[in-house]
């Protein structure tokens, strides 16, 4: 079962502009991670906020937990066109004795140059 | 260069027939993960294992096995039993968490692609 959803599935902005997506989930978490994949590729870990954390920076990316409302975002400021690429956000559920990440759907993410 | 290597990136496989997709990494990680990436339904654990010689299920494991004879080498293999293979599949490793308290960063293989004919 998927635990986290992203929304949109899709985005399409300009270079230059700012890329926000959401991220959703049901069950309590230890942590959020959000992923990137290019297509075809393997996913590479951008950023890990933790459930005790409300934001978070590196680089241009920005990103946001309310766990209250069970959600996060992701912001990429000054998007370029190699920005272009799937974004997964992943939790890890609190308690658990194992070392497991659960994957949301993703968003798809187009900059035009 | 530290990493985890997937082979073959591209495979094809008729009805009724086995394959293995092989899993290597270097990063000394206590754990290794197998996900199925179906489009647009994201990652699915298959399986995953934290130490040597043990390994779990994850949600969709009907059809796979795998084994964790070294630290190194986490090979997935599909089974006949399978009924719709066709899909990427992605390797993964992390270290191993201390005391429950969740996952850690996941590095990922490039990925294998499999065909069913």
């Known amino acids: 079962s998927q635990q986290g959803e992203e929304d949109p599935q899709a985005l399409s902005i300009q270079e230059g502009e700012n890329a926000t997506m959401n991220c959703s989930y049901k069950?309590?978490?230890?942590?959020l991670q959000w992923y990137r994949q290019n297509s075809g590729r393997g996913l590479v870990h951008l950023i890990l906020?933790?459930?005790?954390?409300r934001e978070k920076h590196s680089g241009r990316l920005r990103v946001t937990l309310d766990t209250s409302k069970k959600s996060s975002s992701l912001l990429i400021t000054a998007s370029r066109a190699a920005d272009t690429a799937s974004y997964f956000c992943?939790?890890?559920?609190?308690?658990?004795?194992?070392?497991?990440?659960?994957f949301g759907t993703g968003t798809l993410l187009a900059v035009q140059p | 260069d530290g990493g985890i290597t997937q082979s073959p990136k591209y495979l094809f496989r008729k009805e009724g027939q086995n394959v293995t997709l092989s899993c290597e990494q270097n990063?000394?990680?206590?754990?290794m993960y197998w996900y199925r990436q179906d489009p647009g339904q994201g990652l699915r654990l298959i399986y995953y294992?934290?130490?040597?010689?043990?390994?779990q299920k994850g949600d969709i494991a009907e059809g796979y096995s795998v084994s964790r004879e070294k630290k190194e080498s986490f090979p997935l293999t599909v089974t006949s039993a399978q009924k719709n293979p066709t899909a990427f599949y992605l390797c993964?490793?992390?270290?191993?968490?201390?005391?429950?308290?969740?996952?850690?960063?996941?590095?990922f293989g490039a990925g294998s692609r499999l065909t069913v004919l």
């Open positions: 992943a939790t890890g559920l609190y308690g658990g004795a194992t070392n497991k990440l659960i």
């Open positions: 993964a490793s992390s270290t191993r968490t201390s005391g429950g308290v969740g996952a850690n960063v996941l590095t």
């Open positions: 294992s934290q130490i040597v010689n043990d390994f």
């Open positions: 990063l000394n990680h206590d754990a």
């Open positions: 069950t309590s978490i230890n942590n």
């Open positions: 906020i933790r459930s005790n954390e």
